[in-house]
């Protein structure tokens, strides 16, 4: 059943709310914006698709064109918040951070200022612009870099959230997006803490397979779950921070149920599910299945038809539990 | 308007600066010979007489920022820095080595009054640019400088920030080009041409100047000039003798990546004295 303390929305079984992450993360940009005029938004030329446009047209002279030019994305950046601004800096992920990478490293992460980035588009969702525009990989750019935190919403509501949290954070932070519309899962009511797990099912049986998941495809993995409902009793955790991990939630889930599910729209290596393997190995050694992109280019087509073709929806997150719960360490 | 008296200071401060390159680069075993030398002018310059700073309290907040863009030449900033009273003149010599605050490549976080993080080339003048542009907004007076090398400017990230800084019209923002035309693989005409400079900046909406970067009266004149820009950045081309301050270095790319043996220290040294007596003289 659905965690009570998740506090989700009562739609989420009967047509949710659709809306895409980056809608909630330019809302919160409104408010930052009245709330802090530190904030400054730096774009490189995708301002409506990045979802900042209004936070321009509000806030003009807090807002800082850059061009196609996502190295000086990051280096301008660096630098305003250097001397004591909060940057956020937009593109989509495959370019920022995935063109601007050593610029991120070295002039944000090693320097330690708290630029805040942006990434949008990240995941095969994008759909029809193809496998160029797809981030599949900017998980594990980020989680490797020393001081950089890494928020992967699940929804609209939760990308608000996040970018605020991002904002009075002293690092820099990490906030990956979508394109697409997903359904609206959380509230205004649904717990959000950097670095705090939340759960989101939880069967009232012995629970046999955990199931974390990040991004939008929290919801699929939810749907698997209620679907298996009565076949392999689950718990699922919507894991919003990458790093740091909730290594609390993690390891206590994964010894009680034995076996571990990981989700995520993105290239298996090095990225959520390897980060949770990495903390399993050392804490709690159980099988794990991995869903998510298997060391492939995406491509043209609708969202939901790749989705299905590089298997990362429900059905295929419930073969993952049932093959994770037959190869479980029972106590 | 500088005295006679204060060029000779200067003139000097740039001779201990150089010992002091030498002896740290031949304590630490490795490191950049060359451009450290070619720009101890330019570094007594700044740290002695142009920028508005605090030794005993490097994170005040109405300074003159300096930006080191090409890391690799920082034993000038930090000998400069030492001999200014950031620190110890003695920690000179933990250059390079396990446990000290002056890393291979200057670290921010590692020693107060570094400003950035620099090495991997082309990422200063964006930093710099994005503080020129931060302290616009909020009305501050102080003055923004990036000190940058001619080699750095192949990669497309600082043609990226001249582009914005010119758009922007930062004119708190100083940049200094150290034009010593010579890069790891050989001279910078030859590697990649980086000619014709002047009328790239200038492009780029850019007031340019360019001046002897070993003669500190004419750099300081520069800095006056760029001072009284308001409507553009200025960049300063500052033609350096690599290896500057010992004849059989200078101008040889060979000398751009690796430090003297403690032989040649002890000539170079001895050379450079023989320079500190000859300033002494001429301004007496």
Known sequence: MINPEAKLSEKVFDQPEMAPTRDGFGKALLELGDKDSRVVVLCADLAESTRVLPFKEKYPERYIEIGVAEQNLATIAAGLANYGKIPFITSYATFSPGRNNEQIRTTISLNNVPVKIAGSHAGLSVGPDGATHQALEDIALMRVQPNMIVLSPCDVEEARKATLAAATHDSPVYIRLAREKTPQMTTADTPFEIGKAVGLWESPHRVQVAVFATGPLAYQALMAAKELEYEVPTVVYNLHTIKPLDREAIISAAQEAGAVVTVEEHQIAGGMGSAVAELLALECPVPVEFVGVHDLFGQSGKPEELLEHYGLNAAHIKEAIRKASARAVRS | ?284
């Open chain 2, 1 to 284: 308007m500088l005295t006679q008296e204060k060029l000779q200071e200067l003139e000097l401060k740039a001779e201990a600066i150089r010992e002091t390159i030498i002896e740290m680069l031949v304590a630490a075993g490795s490191g950049h010979t060359a451009g450290p030398m070619g720009m101890a002018d330019i570094f007594a310059a700044f740290y002695f007489y142009i920028l508005n700073h605090d030794p005993k309290n490097p994170a005040w907040e109405e300074r003159d920022r300096l930006i080191l863009s090409n890391g690799h030449i920082v034993p000038v900033r930090y000998a400069a820095m030492a001999h200014a009273g950031y620190f110890p003149l003695e920690e000179c010599l933990t250059l390079r080595k396990f446990g000290s605050r002056l890393q291979g490549h200057p670290e921010r976080l590692r020693l107060p009054g570094l400003e950035t993080t620099s090495g991997p080339l082309g990422s200063g003048l964006g930093q710099a640019a994005g503080m020129a542009l931060g302290a616009r907004m909020d009305g501050k007076k102080f003055r923004i400088y990036c000190a940058m090398s001619d080699g750095e400017h192949d990669a497309g990230n600082v043609w990226e920030s001249a582009m914005f800084a010119g758009a922007n019209k930062l004119s708190n923002l100083t940049a200094v080009i150290d034009r010593n035309n010579i890069q790891i693989n050989g001279m910078t005409e030859n590697v990649m041409p980086l000619e014709n400079l002047r009328a790239k900046y200038e492009a780029f909406n850019w007031h340019v100047l360019e001046c002897d970067g070993n003669n500190i009266a004419a750099f300081v004149e520069m800095i006056d000039e760029a001072k009284a820009i308001f409507e553009k950045p200025t960049v300063i081309i500052a033609h350096t003798i690599p290896g500057k301050g010992i004849k059989e270095i200078e101008f040889d790319y060979q000398w751009h990546g690796k430090p003297p043996t403690p032989e040649e220290a002890k000539k170079f040294l001895s050379e450079l004295r023989t320079l500190k007596g000859k300033i002494e003289s001429e301004h007496q």
